[in-house]
């Protein structure tokens, strides 16, 4: 088989540039590994930038999360002793989108059979090669058979864990990498959420986080040692502790109940230089990681998608290559600067092991002076509701 793009990986990344490619006329096939009900069972990102919604609404498939989502104008974060509400709205005039990721995978999902997107599931074995030769193309086994798709172009959208990241070689591309040492506990449960937006709490027992999918649905994430398993954390030890570290006065509104989901996600920051190698192109988190702290990554994923189905429409609308040379370092620039923000949260955030008394107290020092500084609540603002693309 011969086509435009091959796209490996049918998460928000490669399912955005497939339909992005396939409104303009480019003709894209995706190849995921797994099943759908396997792709959507992945509970994620809950958070949503304008980017992101701005691709939906581009997309036109929008009418479900302007239906269901929530808009929020600020943000709190929490000390143990208080509150601290960002009003994002009144300091940047924008706000964010909550509406969880899986029902944003769905609503891509469902349009891309809608419109006849070609997306293989559980396509095993996916092999890159000759990415950077005359005839690069992608070898896969459906039901047992051996396929082969030469293509012109290449994404890589197969996340932290795919193979197309590993066909770049280390002479050719590098990472920068930061593991940090603890993780989050998250739970999902249909109980009503114990705010109206957001809280981020540094405790001294550790970070929390309440968050929510809808207003029936709630999403709470603690900072765990990495050496603990969710048999470490049954509902009843998990519902006293978010209670203690959200502090009393969120802690009177919270409602508990059954867990839904339970998990545990290790936090890193990473980054592979460059994003493209011969016909193949990273986006999304097989190019790059951030800890969830700062809500970015499935907002990066969908900003490297905004740049690179450009790049690619010049390429079959013109052959202009420059977009697609320039790939890499304007997808880059953006996501240096989502690191940083969600390195400096999960900094600010979280008890660090090694954390003396003496990082405890810059911590609260920083959080006391975004309680009072216009200035360092604008900073956060404008990170928090994404920066320009
Ligand atoms: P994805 O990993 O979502 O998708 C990659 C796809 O490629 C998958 O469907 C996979 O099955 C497929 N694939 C992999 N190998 C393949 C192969 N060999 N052949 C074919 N297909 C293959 N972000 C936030 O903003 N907030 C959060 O709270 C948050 N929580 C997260 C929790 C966890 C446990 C993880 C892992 C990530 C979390 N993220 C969060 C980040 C997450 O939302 C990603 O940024 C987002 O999924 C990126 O989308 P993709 O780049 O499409 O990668
Ligand atoms: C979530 O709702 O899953 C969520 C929200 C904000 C974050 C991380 C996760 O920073």
Redesign the pocket.
Known sequence: MKTDVVI????????MLAHLLHAAGVNPIV????TQE??LS??????LESTTTDVLVELGIDERMNRESLQHDGVVFADGERLIRIDMAALTGRHVTVYG?TEV?KDLIDAAEDRNIHVVWE????ALHNVDGVDPHIT?TKNGKEERVDAKLIAG???????SRQVISAETGRPFELIYPFG?L?VLADVPPCTEELIYANHERGFALA?MRSMSRSRY?IQVPLDQTIDDWPDEKFWDEICTRLGPNAASHVTRGPSLEK?I?PLRSFVFEPMNHGRLFL????AH??P?T????????AS?IVYLSDAMIAYFKSGDEAALKGYSAKALARIWKSERFSWYLTKLMHRFPENADFDRRMQLAELDYLAESEAMQTMLAENYVGLPI
């Not at 986006?283 to 097989?286: E, H, I, T």
């Not at 700062?294 to 994923?301: H, Q």
């Open positions: 490996i990986g049918a998460g928000p990344s490669g399912l190849l995921e590994r797994h396997h792709v992945r509970i994620r990102a809950g958070v990721q995978t396509s095993e074995d996916v896969y959208c197969d996340g932290f864990h795919g193979p989050w998250g968050s994430y998990s996600a986006a999304g988190d097989a990681i951030v969830p700062g809500a970015k990554g499935l907002n990066l994923a490297d």
